[in-house]
Structures are given as structure tokens and as C-alpha cells.
């Protein structure tokens, strides 16, 4: 080669999605459980098990709950009426974004860019307050969600 710089594509294991910059599973998009499950089996290390946990309160929280992954992220809102969480993965954390989080009581406690949108990092050894987080889930499904 010239002078010419090439850009090296994200390393892939063989049979394995690629993991994006922070350790982001890169998932096709897609509507339903299934790219949701294909989202946490990507998950690296201990967040895949953390996604497991978190999915199954969602669905506890919010039954019938409407799941998509988009942008490489999980989505979960109400059929019709917009998405009220994310996820994404980070390399130290998973966070959780809640669309409407300024209205939730107590507001999730990490701010965002956007106006509404409220933050909540989980990291690997973090105990985890599942009432405190389903309280959030049950009261961000009832409000308006954000359309995306």
C-alpha cells in the first residue's frame, strides 16, 4: 500500500455478533422477543445475565410489554403509544434510559442531554433494588411514550 489508510471493521468471534464500541452488541434491528433475546445473549460477561434479570422484571412489571431492538439498543414500550425504556451497554455499565424519567418520583438519578430523558447505570457489583427499579418501570409505562 500507498500511503492509504484502511479502517479495521469491529472483530467478530465466528457465530458471535459484533461487539461495537463499549461493548454494544451490534443486532439487526427488529420487533419482538426474539431480537431482544438475540440483544442479551450478546451481552458481554456479566451483563448478559444483568439483561436476563432486568427483561424478566420488565415483563413482570409490564405484561404484554412491546419490545424492539433499534439502533443496536433494546426498547420497551406500550403497542401504539411509544417506548418508555432503553438499554444499552456500556463497558463498565449497563444503562437504563428512561424517555420520560423527569416525571417518574424519585427521578432516576442521572441526567441527561434531553430535556425528559433520566438515566440509571447498572454496574457489575452493584446490588440491585428490584422494587425501586419496577417502581420506575410501572410508573414510566402508564406516561405518554416517546415515539423514535
Not at 450478546?42 to 432486568?54: C, F, Q, T, V
Not at 443496536?72 to 451497554?89: A, K, Q, R, T, V
Amino acid at each position: 500500500m500507498t500511503g492509504e489508510t484502511t479502517k479495521k471493521a469491529p472483530r467478530k468471534q465466528a457465530g458471535q455478533p459484533v461487539l461495537l464500541s463499549g461493548g454494544n452488541p451490534q443486532i439487526a434491528k427488529g420487533y419482538g422477543d426474539g431480537p431482544i433475546q438475540a440483544y442479551i445473549a450478546a451481552m458481554p460477561g456479566w451483563k448478559s445475565d444483568m439483561g436476563r434479570r432486568l427483561d424478566a422484571l420488565i415483563e413482570k412489571t409490564v405484561p404484554g410489554v412491546y419490545k424492539a431492538v433499534k439502533w443496536n439498543s433494546p426498547f420497551y414500550g406500550i403497542e401504539g403509544d411509544g417506548w418508555f425504556l432503553g438499554l444499552h451497554c456500556f463497558n463498565k455499565y449497563i444503562k437504563l434510559a428512561f424517555f420520560r424519567g423527569t416525571a417518574l418520583d424519585p427521578m432516576p438519578p442521572v441526567a441527561s442531554k434531553t430535556a425528559e430523558t433520566r438515566y440509571f447505570h447498572i454496574h457489575e457489583d452493584d446490588v440491585l433494588d428490584e422494587a425501586q427499579l419496577a417502581d420506575w418501570i410501572r410508573q414510566a409505562s402508564r406516561l405518554p411514550g416517546e415515539r423514535m
